[in-house]
């Protein structure tokens, strides 16, 4: 076991985690490190597409306050308004900000950062980079963190958080390429471990490791998990795959059509049509596919037709679209329209921290998808996720470096990484009844089923009972693979203990709230109840290994609840 | 359904002696990647390898098939099965970097020596405003100049298949050079730190580069690192950086082109490596062998129009400043000297002689557009 001693930790080495290492490499002296579980640029955030919200100094007519309205009224009224108050006001400043780094923002004829229109905005404010705006950002914090010579530690795998009930003092990792436990001693830590839509597993549009590592531990440490219920849908995931097909695409004049050819979205939102927020896009396709009018021989998909924009728009400003379109589902949108169907995209729930980031512990903070701040609410807008990640990666940065700076040195114990490695040597050891690729296909599909789109108690109820199962069977999972060097292996059994872990903090809170709410929609409570629920839903693991669901009230400021129509 | 079979690459340097290959059976469905998953999922959990987003925007997982690289999650089974016609397909990890386990690679080492190129934008305060809430205004036709290299997403594909990396451990890739060239584009990026890229760049081996065009032919994303590579060269010769004999052969072709329509491979020896014997050699070695040996070609009717084409060729590229006019005018000396009259007068007389250029002047007016 090797120690470590750092100032600042950072886990995640995605967009949150590197924009707050180079905030904090730029503002302090004291030793920052990065810890990741893959290379920096192999982050989720690369594979965002369509851009990011802010309001620009041209943006002539809008306002961050429009942006905040759209932002809340989004989010169903769940958002917490001082919170998105400040993401809103910031994003000018970050947009700038990245852009002065190198981020090449598709610009107008006069040279200002161009905007688009995207879901459930009032004005077209989504910066963007053609269709690849969150690989160009990931790429340039990167760039940006070498200049500062940030110091990263690579495969990297967060194992627990240690904390003495009051603050942070350390985390434990495994070190995927030597093999073995580390105990990282530190002031303090942002967790930037992005979001756990993986955990339905077959039908996703997340990368192989959006398992909610860093969720999974803060739960494990006892920390409360805020508003876990609502997962977002992208409406529009490749058929076969699950694969995203930017909310860009219906941003440029896409149309849905469902197997009569009917643009569908004129019954379930007649003004804002294939612009309404996702999660009605999402209901909307899904009700299309269940009452039988999907495409397809088996009718579960829907048709994104782009035919009408022509080649030339579709080359430039959707270009990664027709390759993935061609690539994965054998159609090119030039010719034909895109099979597509909701893919579970973005968890609006995570570690609870308030309007900066800050958790209950003091020192550790929690920065984009892995966090619930909330400036999401129930349901994220397009484009929010991106500004979300940059504005709270630099903020926790700046946060933890005032933090840091004044706190004294911590001391954790070295039990947490004994226990740990006993856990791992446990699982290379285990009598292994249950395979690990089965078991994770049953979490995925149970989740689909049970917690997809569309809810309703009594399946829900049995969802849960199979989450509680599958958690038992979990246990019984082994590894194959006993070297201990890149053990991949290991490193997919534990991900998917985390996932399992993290499943039923969907599930009970998505029993409890009976109402329908942004990405929450009960068959059996098809009303928004703001006198019963809008409030936050808090689960946190007890020792004993069971949950604990309570209720925590909803910041509102400016804006006061109304009915949600597009 | 149908089924391929792979022969993977495995070594554990750990448990495993040597290396060695073990068979799978595959279904003919989807990428590459998804066959890598299926054997993992489904036939062997040890076996390892990189693979994330699957969707080719992270560049995890690239590996070798039947020695070509392939960035797995962008390759149809389907297309492979087709191009080796059922031939089993053998799956190697990449080239020149050291295994960690099967298909693993050490990438550490070439972001590295990527790092030693400045990979970064270095904004220019007059260019850059330094308040946070301005912005930095760019025209859209700028960004024309770097729109293939911003797509580089670290795969190293280049790396792998790159010739030079194979004979020189220092040399940085195509794939460092590409991103470096990115900021020698942007009118943001100030001059100093240009001028640094490029020294680095050559003593990063920016001369070692044999133009074998591979790491074109094997990016995933359209960056064209060979390319950048040649205009990276043209930065550093513009910059005055031509003691490098890369550097001195670029100049040797330029000038004697212009100045008689052709290299001469008497004075490349000396003037690229400052071998001055070899041109003595080289001149006693042909007479011996009774080959006519003129030290400078004689000069040809119409080489002063077909100096003019050149010219503009040059100046279309953007290189006429590479064109070294004094050179010039001591190869025409050595050429007045040896045809004893000026180089005007010489062609004059191969005017009256009726010797005639012909053939290449109207290649060079095809390369400008019939004009």
């Known amino acids: 076991m090797v120690e470590l001693d750092y100032d600042i930790v950072i886990v995640g080495g995605g967009g949150a985690g590197l924009y707050a290492a180079l905030w904090a490499a730029e503002n302090t002296i004291l030793k920052v490190a990065v810890i990741t579980k893959v290379y920096p640029t192999r982050s989720h955030t690369g594979a965002a597409e369509g851009g990011i919200n802010a309001v620009l100094t041209h943006s002539v007519g809008d306002s961050p306050e429009a942006h905040a309205y759209d932002t809340v009224k989004g989010s169903d009224f769940l958002a917490d308004q001082d919170a998105v108050d400040i993401m809103c006001k910031m994003g000018a400043a970050v947009i700038y900000d990245i852009a002065h780094r190198g981020v090449p923002f598709s610009r107008r004829p006069d040279g200002r950062i161009a905007q688009r229109p995207f879901g459930g905005a009032s004005f077209p404010r989504t910066c963007y980079a053609a269709d690849k705006t969150g690989f160009y950002i990931l790429q340039t914090l990167y760039e940006q963190c070498l200049k500062n010579n940030v110091t990263f530690f690579n495969e990297w795998f967060l194992l627990s958080i240690i904390h003495n009930g009051e603050k942070i003092e350390g985390i434990t990792v495994w070190d995927i390429r030597n093999g073995g436990v580390h105990l990282i001693k530190t002031k303090a830590v942002i967790l930037a471990t992005g979001g756990h839509a993986r955990v339905y597993w077959n039908r996703t549009s997340n990368a192989l490791g959006n398992t909610g590592d860093g969720t999974a531990a803060a739960l494990r440490a006892g920390l409360p998990l805020k508003d876990m219920e609502f997962i977002q849908f992208h409406p529009t995931g490749l058929a076969k795959t699950g694969i995203l097909v930017t909310e860009g695409a219906r941003g440029e004049g896409g149309y849905l059509r469902n197997k009569d050819g009917e643009r569908f979205m004129k019954r379930y939102a007649p003004e804002k049509m294939e612009l309404a927020p996702r999660d009605i896009v999402a209901r909307a396709i899904q009700t299309e596919i269940d009452e039988g009018r999907g495409c397809g021989p088996n009718g579960d998909y829907i048709c994104l037709d782009l035919t009408h924009l022509g080649e030339e728009k579709i080359n430039e400003r959707l270009p990664q679209t027709r390759e993935h379109a061609i690539l994965y589902e054998g159609v090119d949108p030039v010719k034909e329209p895109i099979p597509i169907a909701p893919t579970a995209h973005y968890s609006m729930g995570g570690i609870d921290a308030d309007k900066l980031g800050r958790t209950p512990i003091k020192g550790l903070y929690a920065a984009g998808e892995c966090a619930c701040i909330s400036v999401h609410g129930a349901n994220r807008l397009g484009g929010n996720s991106l500004l979300d990640v940059l504005v709270y990666g630099r903020l926790t940065a700046l946060e933890a470096v005032k933090y840091a700076d004044e706190a004294s040195e911590t001391k954790p114990s070295a039990a947490k990484a004994k226990d740990d490695e006993k856990r791992i040597l446990e699982l290379m050891e285990a009598s292994g009844k249950e395979k690990l690729a089965d078991l994770r296909k049953e979490l995925g599909n149970t989740m689909m089923k049970h917690f997809g789109v569309f809810r309703e108690e009594k399946t829900m109820k049995e969802g849960l009972e199979k989450l509680m199962e599958i958690r038992e069977r979990a246990k019984h999972v082994k590894v194959y693979d006993t070297s201990k060097k890149f053990n991949t292996d290991l490193v997919t059994v534990l991900e998917f203990l985390n996932l399992v872990d993290l499943a039923p903090t969907i599930a009970i809170p998505a029993i409890e709230r009976k109402e329908s709410r942004g990405a929450h929609a009960r068959k059996d409570y098809p009303k928004r109840d703001d006198k019963n629920f809008l409030k936050h839903s808090v689960v946190k693991l007890k020792d004993d290994g069971s949950y604990e669901l309570s209720w925590k009230p909803v910041t509102i400021t400016k804006f006061p609840p109304e009915e949600r129509k597009y | ?371």
């Open chain 2, 1 to 371: 359904m149908e089924t391929a079979i792979l022969q993977v690459f495995r070594y554990d340097p750990e448990k495993d002696q040597a290396p060695y290959y073990k068979e799978y059976e595959v279904p003919v469905e989807g990428t590459l990647l998804n066959a890598l998953l299926y054997i993992k999922d489904n036939l062997d959990s040890t076996l390892t390898f990189r693979a994330f987003c699957r969707s080719e925007v992270c560049g995890s997982c690239s590996v070798k098939v039947n020695g070509k690289t392939k960035l797995a999650c962008k390759t149809p089974m389907k297309e492979l099965v087709e191009t080796w016609k059922g031939k089993p397909l053998r799956i190697e990890p990449l080239n020149h970097m050291k295994v960690i386990k099967d298909l693993v690679v050490d990438i550490d080492k070439p972001i590295e020596k990527m790092k030693t190129l400045i990979p970064w934008l270095v904004p220019d305060p007059r260019v850059v405003p330094t308040d946070p809430m301005h912005e930095s205004i760019i025209y859209p036709e700028e960004m024309e100049a770097y729109k293939d290299q911003i797509h580089c997403m670290l795969c190293f594909s280049c790396y792998s298949a790159c010739e030079a990396v194979a004979d020189n451990d220092r040399y940085r890739g195509p794939f460092a050079f590409s991103k470096a060239y990115r900021f020698q584009v942007d009118r943001r990026d100030i001059e100093t730190a240009k001028e640094k890229r490029i020294r680095y760049a050559i003593s990063g081996g920016l001369w070692s580069c044999v133009q074998c065009q591979k790491c074109i032919y094997v990016c995933p994303k359209g960056v064209k690192p060979a390319e950048d590579i040649q205009n990276l060269r043209g930065q550093a010769v513009k910059k005055g950086f031509t003691d490098k004999p890369g550097a001195r052969k670029l100049k040797h072709f330029v000038d004697w082109i212009y100045a008689t329509g052709q290299i001469n491979r008497l004075y490349l020896p000396e003037e690229v490596y400052g071998n001055k014997e070899a041109r003595e050699k080289l001149t006693k070695a042909y007479t011996e062998m009774g080959v006519e040996v003129w030290e400078v070609p004689k000069p040809t009717k119409g080489l002063m129009k077909f100096r003019d084409i050149y010219l503009e060729i040059l100046s279309k590229e953007d290189k006429a400043l590479d064109l070294d006019f004094s050179h010039v005018r001591k190869i025409d000396r050595m050429v007045s000297e040896i045809f004893k009259a000026d180089i005007c007068t010489i062609v004059d007389r191969t005017h009256e002689e009726g010797r005639s250029s012909k053939g290449l002047i109207s290649k060079l007016k095809g390369l400008l557009g019939g004009k």
